[in-house]
């Protein structure tokens, strides 16, 4: 059977058709994705938790849907896969209703965890039959940069459709929408596939059910510890102890399992190839660098008190890197560029654009000010992103490219969830830090504190405040300022040493012996030549 004509889509079906209806179905993935964590403020408030709930909610949907690709290829081959997708967009849709009249968060978490599961059971089919619709021979290249390409951009785009439903509409209306988004998957595989089957049925008692509880009960422990770890205090906490405890033991069960059963869901011989422990080491570093991102979104918020739709739009700047960072990714990869040239141009330009911001913290920046390295910090991560993941996915053989990929999904998940972790111990630690230095060098004796402060009260008194309140309005004013210089000089020595370490990745990529010497690998593998 053709590429064209695979059979799961009616012989009227032309190819460029095919390719609509693939596209649009995978962007349900990067719906469940982000629909609650576009505006972790406001959907943390709707839901009365906190935000570090929200996040936990987010690792909860993200860890799902890795623990779920173990058993994803199996569930696939037993049903048609019209039947398939009409069961997972359908269900996803009822879960989207049942989540916008929750309050009750555990129940919002369960949502969650079926949310991951819908998102992980089409992705990999859907991402197959869409390369498959290409007759290049580029197809790899071009399948995977539309379908990551959209995993980078989803977020944005999502964010803006939030902030322009929370300024006219209700927030159910987002619920509602992502809903009927699904729906509408549902009526495009009704329209254009059929009843065939595109495999062979493969019975459903083979698959590892055990390995899958036993990896998802890991990543829900270790995604705990990771994101409740500074709010309980760590180890003075008896649940960061029982979940620290059982990500150890149930983490060491399921390595256990994938040693002596025969059929391992995970193929830790994968690990065994040096390329692929790069690509995912890259990989963790890569989405460690992204978190920094959000202390920008955050300083726009909280310093220099930016409207959230302006903060929002800001992102589209961001996006346009992006775009530009995957094309010009997808002409070095048609062209056969050395990954490693890739690998150090990539993570030089985020070096650069860490650097590039520790001079723009400061009490008042403008648009101007922030669009260059956001364009730059775009562009490295689109140029970056689908050469590791062929990369990581080409660096093993053939029959164990399934694992590979699931590896390049760990180190994502781990790099995010690592990230956040980092970003907001670093930050809490260190804006505490310097807010106690600064106070303590704001004495009310000192006659420069003095002088701020009755100047201070002059301006309020001038706007109409009597001398007791203007008084306490400059107190909380001069406090203020401490506390956004304090937050501001954090960032800057969070970002310095961000860019120090993507410098010395840079460094290690330079000297590396395995990348200098590997063959070329897309060559080899992406084409099969």
């Excluded at 369960?110 to 059971?121: H, Y």
């Amino acid at each position: 059977m053709s590429k064209e004509n695979d059979g799961a889509f009616k012989p009227w079906v032309p190819n460029w058709l095919a390719v609509f209806v693939l596209f649009f179905c995978l962007l349900h993935c990067m719906v469940l994705l982000g629909v609650y964590t576009s505006n972790i403020t406001y959907s943390a408030s709707f839901l009365d938790v906190e935000v570090e709930d929200l996040q936990f909610s987010l690792c909860v949907t993200y860890g799902t849907f890795l623990a779920t690709l173990l058993v994803e290829s199996r569930l696939f081959k037993f049903f048609p896969p019209k039947n398939y997708f009409l069961v997972i967009f359908s269900l996803s849709a009822i879960t989207f209703v049942m989540s916008a009249y929750t309050r009750n968060y555990v129940v919002f978490l369960l949502l969650r965890v079926a949310e991951g599961i819908f998102m992980a059971l089409p992705w990999l089919p859907l991402r197959q039959m869409l390369i498959n619709r290409f007759k290049t021979r580029n197809a790899i290249i071009i399948g995977f940069s539309f379908t990551y390409g959209a995993l980078l951009l989803a977020s944005p785009f999502i964010m803006n459709i939030a902030v322009y439903m929370l300024e006219n509409y209700d927030w159910r209306y987002m619920a509602w929408g992502s809903a009927l988004f699904q729906l509408t998957c549902v009526g495009f595989i009704l329209i254009t596939f059929t009843n065939n089957r595109v495999h062979k049925k493969v019975p459903l008692y083979q698959i590892d059910w055990a390995s899958f509880i036993l990896i998802h009960i890991t990543i829900l422990a270790g995604a705990f510890v990771f994101i409740y770890g500074e709010k309980k205090y760590w180890l003075q906490s008896g649940q960061i102890i029982i979940a620290a405890v059982a990500f150890l033991l149930f983490g060491a069960l399921f390595l256990m399992r994938q040693v002596t059963v025969k059929r391992p869901s995970f193929d830790l011989s994968v690990f065994g190839y040096p390329n692929l422990r790069i690509g995912f080491f890259l990989f963790v570093v890569l989405y460690i660098a992204r978190a920094t991102l959000n202390i920008c979104h955050s300083t726009m918020f909280t310093v220099w008190n930016w409207e959230p739709s302006r903060v929002a739009h800001v992102q589209f700047i961001n996006v346009a890197g992006n775009v530009i960072g995957m094309t010009v990714a997808g002409i070095c990869l048609a062209k056969a560029v050395a990954s490693r040239y890739i690998f150090i141009v990539g993570f030089l330009l985020l070096a650069i654009h860490h650097i590039w911001m520790t001079f723009l913290f400061v009490p008042d920046a403008s648009l101007s000010d922030v669009a260059a390295p956001y364009i730059l910090q775009g562009f490295a991560v689109g140029f970056l992103f689908v050469p590791l993941v062929l990369f990581t996915v080409s660096s093993v053989p053939k029959k164990l490219a399934p694992f590979s990929g699931t590896s390049g999904v760990i180190g994502r998940f781990w790099g995010s969830t690592v990230g956040f972790c980092i970003m907001q111990n670093a930050q809490i630690y260190l804006t505490q830090k310097h807010y106690d230095k600064i106070i303590s060098f704001v004495l009310p004796e000192s006659p420069q504190m003095q002088d701020r402060n009755a100047a201070a009260v002059q301006r309020f008194m001038a706007k109409g405040y009597a001398e007791p309140e203007a008084y306490k309005l400059a107190i909380k004013s001069l406090t203020q300022s401490a506390r956004s210089q304090s937050l501001l000089i954090s960032n800057m020595e969070i970002f310095t040493v961000m860019g120090y370490v993507l410098f010395a990745v840079v460094i290690l990529l330079l000297f590396n012996k395995q990348l200098r010497f590997s063959s070329d690998l897309f060559k080899n593998k992406v084409w099969g030549s």
